[in-house]
C-alpha cells in the first residue's frame, strides 16, 4: 500500500519561509513525476493548484507554476523517497492546504495521481 506523508505546515507572517516534506512509502515506483498542490477550499477538491513538480528523467527536471516560480524550490530526498518544498517570501495568497502527489500522469499541473497525502495547513498572515 503506498503512503504519502506530508508535514511542515505552519502559521507564519508574511515574508516567512517554510519547508514542507512528503514521506513516501509502500510500492511505488520512486522514478516517477512527484509534485506538490495547493488547494484553498476543503470543497474544491479539483481545484487543486499544481505548484511544482520534479520528473524522473536521469535530470530531475523540475517545473514550477508561474505564481510561485522563483519563491518556491521542489527537491527530492536523496533515497528518493523524501519530496520537499522549500518555500521563500511567503504570502496571504499562499495560504492553503498543500499535498503532494507521486506518480502523476499526464501533465503535472493536472493533478492526474493515484497517490496523494493527507495534506499539511499552511497559513500566511499579513
Known amino acids: 500500500q503506498v503512503r504519502l506523508v506530508e508535514s511542515g505546515g505552519d502559521s507564519v507572517q508574511a515574508g516567512g519561509s517554510l519547508r514542507l516534506s512528503c514521506v513516501v512509502s509502500?510500492?511505488?515506483?520512486?522514478?516517477?513525476?512527484m509534485g506538490w498542490f495547493r488547494q484553498v477550499s476543503e470543497k474544491d477538491r479539483e481545484e487543486r493548484e499544481g505548484l511544482a513538480a520534479v520528473n524522473s528523467d536521469g535530470r530531475d527536471s523540475t517545473y514550477y507554476s508561474a505564481s510561485v516560480k522563483g519563491r518556491f524550490t521542489i527537491s527530492k530526498g536523496n533515497t528518493k523517497q523524501t519530496l520537499y518544498l522549500q518555500m521563500i517570501d511567503l504570502k496571504p495568497e499562499d495560504t492553503g492546504t498543500y499535498f503532494c502527489a507521486g506518480d502523476l500522469r499526464g501533465p503535472w499541473y493536472d493533478g492526474n495521481s493515484p497517490y496523494w497525502g493527507q495534506g499539511t495547513q499552511v497559513t500566511v498572515s499579513s
Open positions: 509502500g510500492n511505488i515506483d520512486s522514478n516517477t513525476c
